[in-house]
């Protein structure tokens, strides 16, 4: 029995659900925990209909592979380029120049659907740092435009190169399956960020839909069989939203079940269900491409208005996602993709084309213009632009991304002055660069800058799952580095209580075991002990000073500040108490004494200089001393020269005694 592929009231209830999910789930309702595997939904559905048109215009003789790219163009793209022009003008009234130009960046990638790219280079899906990104939900456009891209290549190739039958063609959906889920098991363990936004680990969530399609052209069920999968396959999504959450590896396995689920549900063909064919439900899924488009610039702007802290903020929210949906469906995407899916090219390839340039235009020349600047006060311009203050020789002597090349650091201080003061660490290190080249110079002393973003100056430890060979590989060139000196003064700068605290559950010491499955005794010990071997281990190489963790804010300063002053609301408190400092970074501060007494390694403690009795600031003056929330600025790194200064002036090749280094008390 062949299966049609018009209109089933099945596959748009199932779209319904699966907005409902991402929409709740992005609004922080309780019970939707696992919201996020709608998208997952969401790409079965597509993969079922891309193949369903596909295999069905390739067999009648009258596929047109540019017909198809337009039809799809005429679905997709006036909705998004909407939404794009949308937030644009929203943001040049409402946003920082920093925020406005990451805005362009990612309006221009989301409009030529590279925005999983964009996304897969910058924080994971889950981080928070995410949920201040305006786009950040067209990362699932950009994968599903780039599998309709691929999928009628790759089918006209087989079908020519391997065979045309039914059995083939399921055979092909079945091998991108395989390949794809294990590749997605694979990356999820190794690089989980990379296999979140990319198509490669996600195609086989579209082709399992293929598959399902393939099977019903030529097999149905039985009605009682088609009831039991129907159900089977919404108890595996609702079971799915309600017990996953953001801490599983994801897509990996897991995704398996919503993916199982939907694929049930498409195929039972269960026409006539209440719960897929109810009016309401119908209406969600007509609009639901609209709805998912609004209703996240929704949710990041209820958090940018302080709005999200309020109680039942979510109420309103989804009402006005619903309505901003509905609206976008009436006006927007119901009458252009009547008007423009019966163009031919090549008037259809310059309607397309013009929309997609003009928007990607607008965007690109916002992101060249830095922000525009001059939309907003000075002292908004001042406070947002410490975010890129960072240091010019960054890229030079700060690695970063994955797969760490060869180390050669950098030289730092006095030009062709011998080598003696050599500054090791991770991203914190890349922070101070600033301050610790301006100590060298004024004492007139040369140094060597090894530093490598997420890898702390403690072998078998990286901030993120996957990083741990790049770490240690990084570490042993630094140790190779080492290998034939002697009486060096050396400063050992790390994150170090990001490791023990914040995303224990990426964080391995053996490279195998992640710290999150350990009880919490068991878990400050081992780290302790791995901090105090690591640290032991640079003693026979000169003098070791270790820099006492650098006080982090809870929220990007720059940006919070930048945002409080154009929205009227900024205050003169910027920062954490001193007590809170103490309370989370206590058990590293002991490990870094304990350090100490084994081996001599000198304690420097910064929090002189940013912090008095009470406060440590995270501004200074109107003006941030970090360019993110942990990260000091190099106006802020300067308050450390004064502290750096006395370990350069006289390095000593013989081990201390345990002392601690006080910075100058802050007034």
């Given at each position: 029995m062949a299966a049609s592929i018009d209109f089933r009231q099945d596959i748009n209830g199932l779209r319904a659900y699966a907005?409902?999910?991402?929409?709740?789930?992005?609004?922080?309702v309780p019970g939707f925990a696992g919201g996020f595997v709608g998208v997952d939904v969401f790409f079965v559905i597509s993969g079922f209909l891309m193949t369903g048109i596909i295999v069905s215009q390739l067999e009648a003789g009258r596929f047109s592979l540019l017909g198809f790219y337009l039809a799809r163009a005429a679905r997709i793209i006036p909705a998004l380029a909407a939404l794009c022009a949308a937030v644009l003008v929203f943001g040049w009234f409402w946003l920082t120049p920093v925020d406005y130009q990451r805005l362009g960046r990612h309006v221009a990638s989301s409009i030529a659907f590279l925005s999983n790219v964009t996304y897969a280079t910058e924080s994971g899906y889950f981080d928070t740092a995410s949920h201040e990104k305006w786009l950040l939900h067209t990362w699932s456009l950009s994968v599903e435009w780039q599998f309709y891209l691929l999928l009628p290549l790759a089918l006209i190739a087989w079908r020519r190169w391997v065979g045309r039958g039914p059995a083939h063609l399921l055979a092909f959906a079945v091998l991108g399956v395989a390949v794809s889920l294990a590749l997605s098991v694979v990356l999820t363990a190794w690089r989980p960020t990379y296999a979140f936004y990319l198509l490669p680990t996600r195609a086989w969530e579209m082709l399992a839909g293929g598959a399902v399609y393939l099977v019903q052209r030529r097999w149905a069920l039985a009605p009682a069989a088609a009831r039991l999968c129907y159900l089977a396959g919404l108890a595996s999504i609702l079971v799915s939203v309600v017990l996953f959450h953001a801490g599983l590896p994801?897509?990996?396995?897991?995704?398996?079940?919503?993916?199982?689920?939907?694929?049930?549900?498409?195929?039972?063909?269960?026409?006539?269900?209440?719960?897929?064919?109810?009016p309401w439900v119908q209406w969600i899924g007509t609009a639901s491409y609209s709805i998912y488009l609004w209703h996240w610039p929704i949710a990041v702007?209820?958090?940018?208005?302080?709005?999200?802290?309020?109680?039942?903020?979510?109420?309103?929210?989804?009402?006005l996602s619903l309505l901003l949906g509905g609206l976008s469906y009436r006006w927007v995407e119901r009458p252009t993709r009547g008007a423009l899916r019966g163009l031919r090219a090549p008037r259809g390839v310059l309607v397309h084309g013009a929309v997609t340039a003009c928007v990607a235009g607008v965007a690109a020349a916002v992101l060249w213009a830095h922000g525009v600047p001059a939309r907003v006060p000075r002292e908004v311009e001042l406070a947002a632009a410490e975010a890129r203050n960072r240091n010019p020789r960054s890229p030079e002597c700060l690695l970063t991304g994955w797969g760490f090349g060869s180390v050669q650091g950098c030289h730092i201080g006095a030009p062709g002055r011998p080598e003696?003061?050599?500054?090791?660490?991770?991203?914190?290190?890349?922070?101070?660069?600033?301050?610790?080249?301006?100590?060298?110079?004024?004492?007139?002393?040369?140094?060597?800058?090894?530093?490598?973003?997420?890898?702390p100056p403690v072998l078998g430890m990286a901030?993120?799952?996957?990083?741990?060979?790049?770490?240690?590989?990084?570490?042993?060139?630094?140790?190779?580095?080492?290998?034939?000196r002697s009486g060096l003064t050396l400063v050992l700068v790390g994150r170090w209580s990001n490791y023990l605290h914040d995303r224990p559950q990426l964080v391995t010491l053996d490279g195998r075991t992640p710290l999150d499955r350990l009880p919490a005794p068991q878990r400050e010990a081992l780290?302790?002990?791995?901090?105090?071997?690591?640290?032991?281990?640079?003693?026979p190489h000169g003098s070791v000073h270790v820099l006492a963790p650098i006080p982090e804010m809870p929220y990007d300063v720059p940006r919070t500040l930048a945002t409080d002053l154009l929205l009227g609301r900024a205050r003169s408190d910027y920062g954490i108490e001193r007590a809170a400092y103490a309370r989370k970074h206590g058990p590293v501060l002991d490990a870094l004494h304990e350090a100490g007494a084994r081996c001599g390694a000198q304690l420097v403690d910064p929090t002189g200089a940013l912090c008095d009795g009470r406060w440590c600031r995270a501004a200074e003056g109107g003006r941030p001393l970090?360019?993110?929330?942990?990260?000091?600025?190099?106006?802020?790194?300067?308050?450390?020269?004064?502290?750096l200064r006395p370990l350069v002036r006289h390095a000593s090749p013989a081990p201390r005694a345990t002392a601690v280094v006080h910075a100058p008390q802050a007034d």
């Amino acid at each position: 029995m062949a299966a049609s592929i018009d209109f089933r009231q099945d596959i748009n209830g199932l779209r319904a659900y699966a907005v409902a999910a991402v929409v709740l789930y992005h609004f922080g309702v309780p019970g939707f925990a696992g919201g996020f595997v709608g998208v997952d939904v969401f790409f079965v559905i597509s993969g079922f209909l891309m193949t369903g048109i596909i295999v069905s215009q390739l067999e009648a003789g009258r596929f047109s592979l540019l017909g198809f790219y337009l039809a799809r163009a005429a679905r997709i793209i006036p909705a998004l380029a909407a939404l794009c022009a949308a937030v644009l003008v929203f943001g040049w009234f409402w946003l920082t120049p920093v925020d406005y130009q990451r805005l362009g960046r990612h309006v221009a990638s989301s409009i030529a659907f590279l925005s999983n790219v964009t996304y897969a280079t910058e924080s994971g899906y889950f981080d928070t740092a995410s949920h201040e990104k305006w786009l950040l939900h067209t990362w699932s456009l950009s994968v599903e435009w780039q599998f309709y891209l691929l999928l009628p290549l790759a089918l006209i190739a087989w079908r020519r190169w391997v065979g045309r039958g039914p059995a083939h063609l399921l055979a092909f959906a079945v091998l991108g399956v395989a390949v794809s889920l294990a590749l997605s098991v694979v990356l999820t363990a190794w690089r989980p960020t990379y296999a979140f936004y990319l198509l490669p680990t996600r195609a086989w969530e579209m082709l399992a839909g293929g598959a399902v399609y393939l099977v019903q052209r030529r097999w149905a069920l039985a009605p009682a069989a088609a009831r039991l999968c129907y159900l089977a396959g919404l108890a595996s999504i609702l079971v799915s939203v309600v017990l996953f959450h953001a801490g599983l590896p994801w897509p990996g396995a897991w995704a398996a079940l919503p993916v199982a689920g939907a694929a049930l549900v498409l195929l039972a063909q269960r026409q006539d269900a209440l719960p897929t064919g109810h009016p309401w439900v119908q209406w969600i899924g007509t609009a639901s491409y609209s709805i998912y488009l609004w209703h996240w610039p929704i949710a990041v702007g209820a958090r940018y208005f302080g709005l999200a802290d309020q109680a039942l903020w979510a109420v309103p929210a989804v009402a006005l996602s619903l309505l901003l949906g509905g609206l976008s469906y009436r006006w927007v995407e119901r009458p252009t993709r009547g008007a423009l899916r019966g163009l031919r090219a090549p008037r259809g390839v310059l309607v397309h084309g013009a929309v997609t340039a003009c928007v990607a235009g607008v965007a690109a020349a916002v992101l060249w213009a830095h922000g525009v600047p001059a939309r907003v006060p000075r002292e908004v311009e001042l406070a947002a632009a410490e975010a890129r203050n960072r240091n010019p020789r960054s890229p030079e002597c700060l690695l970063t991304g994955w797969g760490f090349g060869s180390v050669q650091g950098c030289h730092i201080g006095a030009p062709g002055r011998p080598e003696r003061v050599v500054m090791i660490g991770d991203s914190h290190a890349g922070a101070l660069l600033g301050a610790i080249d301006e100590a060298l110079t004024q004492e007139g002393v040369g140094g060597r800058f090894f530093a490598a973003t997420s890898c702390p100056p403690v072998l078998g430890m990286a901030w993120e799952r996957g990083l741990e060979s790049d770490c240690r590989r990084f570490y042993a060139g630094v140790e190779q580095w080492l290998k034939s000196r002697s009486g060096l003064t050396l400063v050992l700068v790390g994150r170090w209580s990001n490791y023990l605290h914040d995303r224990p559950q990426l964080v391995t010491l053996d490279g195998r075991t992640p710290l999150d499955r350990l009880p919490a005794p068991q878990r400050e010990a081992l780290y302790r002990e791995r901090v105090v071997q690591g640290i032991c281990r640079y003693a026979p190489h000169g003098s070791v000073h270790v820099l006492a963790p650098i006080p982090e804010m809870p929220y990007d300063v720059p940006r919070t500040l930048a945002t409080d002053l154009l929205l009227g609301r900024a205050r003169s408190d910027y920062g954490i108490e001193r007590a809170a400092y103490a309370r989370k970074h206590g058990p590293v501060l002991d490990a870094l004494h304990e350090a100490g007494a084994r081996c001599g390694a000198q304690l420097v403690d910064p929090t002189g200089a940013l912090c008095d009795g009470r406060w440590c600031r995270a501004a200074e003056g109107g003006r941030p001393l970090y360019f993110d929330d942990d990260h000091l600025s190099e106006y802020g790194n300067r308050r450390l020269v004064p502290l750096l200064r006395p370990l350069v002036r006289h390095a000593s090749p013989a081990p201390r005694a345990t002392a601690v280094v006080h910075a100058p008390q802050a007034d």
